[in-house]
Every structure is written in C-alpha cells, then in structure tokens.
C-alpha cells in the first residue's frame, strides 16, 4: 500500500508541472505565443476559427500578417492533403447558415480551393461561388483573391514568389514572379457565367445598380474577363449597358482628374507567405478585407491599373467566342419590360430633386438606398419610405443616419417598424444576421457618433433595447440544459486585443457579450474572471448587455492562468458540471496545467463527466482543451451555432 501511495504522490507531482513546461509523457503538446505549453488544434479546427474571427485584429502576441499567413498555411496544408473538397463544404456551411460574422475569411478559402486544389476541389469550388459570393461585393472579393493566387508552375516559380513575399514585408511591395498570369481557365469563367446568368435580368440589374464596383473591379472588368455568354437577349442588353455605363463613368473621372498632380498610394492584398507553396502576384485590389496584410505600392511601381487592363483585354481576347447576335437569343417579354422599367427608374431618380417622385419609384420598384443620390439620403420621408422593405444589414447599418436626421425619434412610427424588425427572430435568421455584427451595432449606437466623420446623434433607448434583444435573437435558439456552469471569462492583458478587426470590442468584451447567452438561457450559472489569480468582476446574468460591455471595456489584468477556474471550484467545494472558459489559449502563468487541473476536480468532487469547454476568441492554432479527453471541447468563439453545439456537448449527444 505505501508503494502504491507513493506511486500515487509521484505521479501528481509530475503532472503539477508549470505550464511553461510541457506534461510529463505528452508529445502532443506545443508552445503558444506567450511561452506556455499547450495542445495544437487540428487543421479543420483551426480552419473553423478563422472563419469566424479571421484574422484581421491579430492577437495580443502576433500580428495581423503573420496571423493570416499561419491560417492560409493551415488551409494549403488541408487542399494538399486531399481534403480541398471537405474545406468548400465547410466555406458553404458557414456561408449559406450565418455563422460567421464576416465573409472575407471564407472567400479568401474559397479562392484558395478555386486556385490551388485538385480537380474536385476546383470543380466544387467554383460550383460554390454563387451560393457563397452573393452579391456583386463578395464576387469581386473572390475575383480579388482568386487573381492574387496562382498554383506555382514549377520550384523555382515558388521560390520566386517566396522570395517576393519576404521582400513584401521589409519594403511595401509585391513583386510579380516570372511567368505570372491571370488564369481565367474555362473553370473560372464558367462560374461568373453562372453568378450572371441565373440571376433574372430584372434581379441582375437590380444588384449591378446597387453594387457598381468593388476592390478595383467593376461588372464590365468581369465581363471582359470571362466573355460571358448572355443566356437572354434581356441579359445582353444589360451587358451591353454595364459596359457603355461604366465607360462613361470612366470617362467623366478622367476629366475630372486632369488637373491631379500625382496619382494616390495603391494597395494591394497580399498575405506573408514565406513558408507557403503559394504564389501572389500583382492585382489592383483596394480595401479588400483586412484580414489579408494591406501593402503599400509606390508610386515609382507600374501603372497597376494600367496593367490590370492590360491583363483583362489580354484574357478576353485569349478566351473570347464566337459572338452570339442577339436577335438568335431568347426573350421573355415580360421579363425585359420589367428590366426596363426599373432601368428607367433608376436613371430618373438620379436625375431629380423631387422627393415625392422619387418615393412613388422606391415604393414601385423596391429601391434600396444605394440606389438614390446622396441628397435624398438626407430626408426624413425618403428613409420612411425605404423602411418597410429595407434590408435588415442595412437597417443595422443606418440606425445612426436615420437618428441623426429624426427618421428614429422617441414614439416615432418608424422607431416602432425598426424596433419590432430587430425582435423578430425569423427576420434575423433569414437576412443571416450575425451576433457580433449586431453587438457592434449597439455598441456604436449608444455611443451617439460614428467612428468616422461628424455624422453624430442622440440614442433613442428604444433602439439600445431593440438591438440587445436582436443580439439574443440572432443565436439559434437553445433549450436549457438545466446542468451547473462556471462561465470563467479570461480578462487578462491580452484579451485587451480588438476582435474580428473591430475597434471598439475585445476580446474581453466580446467574450463576456458571449457568455451572457449561456448565462440568459441557464438557471445555474455563475461569472468568474481570472488572469494570474481570480478577479472580481460584478457581472450577473440579469444585467443588461451595454452594462456588461461597458464593466469588461479596457480591462487589462496581466498574466494569463487558464487554471484558476478549475483550481476555484475544488478550493471552495463548488458542484459544477460544465467549465466555459473564454480564452485565446495564451496561459502560461501557473502551476498545474488546465488540462490537468479540470482531471483533478473531477477526482476530488467525485464528478467524472464534469466537462470543460474552450471558447477560443483568437484564430490561433493553441488551445487548453486535451485533444485525447472526449469530456474537454475547443470551439470557436462567435461562431453562431456556438450555444447549440454547447449545449449538446454539455448533454452529451456529441
């Protein structure tokens, strides 16, 4: 017995191993960036934290390139490894369901399996692009990154673009490897045909109006890309109409810069890639998303515009077929005059200042705001008006507009459409309206300005509460589980990091916004804060979200113990069965290792289905939760499905 003892004793020592060590006979273990050891996520995994929180804040510890970089390498790893096929799945689950807050993370994946995959890959990924680009913003994106990256043809292409890349970060530019080209291959162009031509003329113009152009691309630059094929004689005349629009557009910003001295800064997407088998060449992208590295290109550079063009003509000569003459192409003369019609429409409004007429077109024809001059923008009846088949991104969007000029105003009628919109849990779900945007959306509000300009307003409360409740809302609903949960919120100094490229939520505010969904739908539940030790935090699940955000804003309590939770609950004897520890996997200050301690409370309570979950709230490769422990789960933080999938885990059905 006293051997066994001792046994027992030695072995508890060891695994009471700092965690700037790694456990005892765990091979598996990595060290984060703060110097601690932890467990690696798995390449899907980490794939579905980047999807939700890209990559654009960085982190406390790595910057925003090297962030993108480490991710991008993590999805090349996964297209090599023959699960290019898996990954598009997964691009369109999160896409087509709302789970992420942003697309940029998931089209820049796309583009990747559209340009690196195998056949399959490529083939599933272009068949994607109008479920996941869809509208004219998301398709240039994808038409941004896609130009951007190109499967190197041999080594010594890849070295050259490695190369580039590293010169990339040192001066500000990315330099095209030899032999780079466009690569608009039948694949390609077969899916832009598809994005335009299954659309109905009326609804295609509708959205060209709407979205001119986007990160350095217009609807006329893609048409002369992929020389699409109209599918109606309808569709041909609005091709035709793009092209002449944008020409005149063109023509009319040339003259008007005429008197310029020197053209301005152009930037272009690129991602460090030193370490990745992809090449990156030059493509005139402006503000493409930033969860891509921003690189300044010099002045002294080439014309990118002019050499973007030139790549355009080059490819639409290469590819271009035998013309159709229109009057051999269908026509439904229904569906041209309705096309038309709205045509007209939008010319017409463009071309007046009279309110009533252009309100009787909006009421017609459906009009969104992007469609109407600036000038009509500023009056009180043109936003009652777009109000009823306003979009709810762009309701969101405009709350502060729409204060600001009196359309929102206390026991105004529109204050009541805008407040019952955002209630309505099956508009939120059906417009896919994701929580962070939403609790963006609030934070901003209150604060009566916005971030840029001199655009300010006062709060009209019935607003404040309307988005709380549509924060709430736009989670799938979940039923309690009616099981005891720690919510442990890290609030150590580097959850002061921004999240999801945000300015004015961290990582800290945005985890206690999360938890306050668990704590809403759960009886038994109970806040604790940590970072080396435990702090005190007075927050509790009857507070008010702006309260909550505005307790954890600018909280910074230095080291990071991803422990203290669990060592919490055995020191006071607490019955927990489910540990949500908010984190970014940063730990490396205390004695016992998380994984470790959670094992330990299980012993000690007598609780051995007790479970940890792990909200990861960065899209790094680390995470606390032991990959081998079916009682420990990693899932990423913001992902909309979160609460569900939690919930069952907790239950055990997963």
Known sequence: ??????????????????????????????????????FAVDDMTRLRRFLCLGSE????????????????????????????????DLVVEYSSNGRAAKQDPGILVLAMCARLGDDATRTKAYDAVSTVCRIPTTLFQFLSFSTAIRKPADAAATAATKSAAVKASKNGRVEKAAGAGRGFGKGFRKALAKWYNSKSPRDLAFLCAKYKNRNGWSHTDVLKVAHIKPASASHDKLFRRLVRKDAEEAEAEAAAKTETTAPAAETVAAASVADMDVEWVDVDVKNVTK????IEMSPADADVKSAKAADIEQAAQLHRPKRTPTDSLPMDAAADASMLDLLAALDAVQKTDNVQFVKDAIETHKLSWEHLPNSMLKDTEIWQTLLPTLGLTAMIRNLGRMTSIGTLAPLANATKTVTDTLKDSSKLHKARIH??????????????????????????????????????????????????????????????????????????????????????????????????????????????????????????????????????????????????????????FGGVHPSVAIKQYRTKMGKPNAKLIVVGMAASKFTIADPTDAGMLDIAGFDANAPAIMRDFALGLI
């Not at 509000?445 to 009209?460: A, C």
């Open 435 to 588: 929580p962070f945007n939403v609790l963006v959306a609030l934070n901003q509000y209150k604060t009566g300005r916005g971030n840029k300009g001199s655009l300010s307003w006062t709060p009209v409360p019935q607003i404040n509460a309307a988005l709380e409740d549509a924060f709430y809302e736009s989670f799938k609903a979940v039923q309690p589980t009616g099981l005891k949960y720690l919510l442990a919120l890290d609030v150590s100094g580097s959850m002061g990091c921004p999240v999801l490229g945000s300015d004015s939520i961290s990582c800290a505010m945005a985890s206690a916004a999360m938890a306050m969904v668990t704590a809403r739908t759960e009886d038994q539940s109970h806040f604790i804060c940590f970072s080396s030790s435990i702090k005190t935090l007075d927050i509790n699940r009857t507070d008010r979200l702006d309260a909550v955000m505005r307790k954890t804003s600018g909280i910074n309590f230095g080291a990071t113990d991803c422990a203290q939770p669990m060592l919490h609950a055995m020191k006071h004897n607490m019955d927990v069965d489910v540990f949500v520890v908010y984190t970014d996997s940063e730990t490396y």
């Open 291 to 294: 969860g891509v590295q921003e």
């Open 57 to 88: 804040s960085g982190s406390y510890y790595v910057g925003q390139s090297t962030l993108t970089a480490d991710n991008v390498d993590s999805v090349s790893k996964l297209i090599h490894a023959g699960r290019g096929t898996d990954v598009v």
């Open 1 to 38: 017995m006293s051997y066994l003892k001792a046994a027992l004793n030695a072995s508890t020592q060891s695994a009471n191993v700092p965690q700037t060590k790694p456990i005892p006979g765990r091979t598996d273990m990595v060290a984060n960036n703060a110097g601690g050891f932890v």
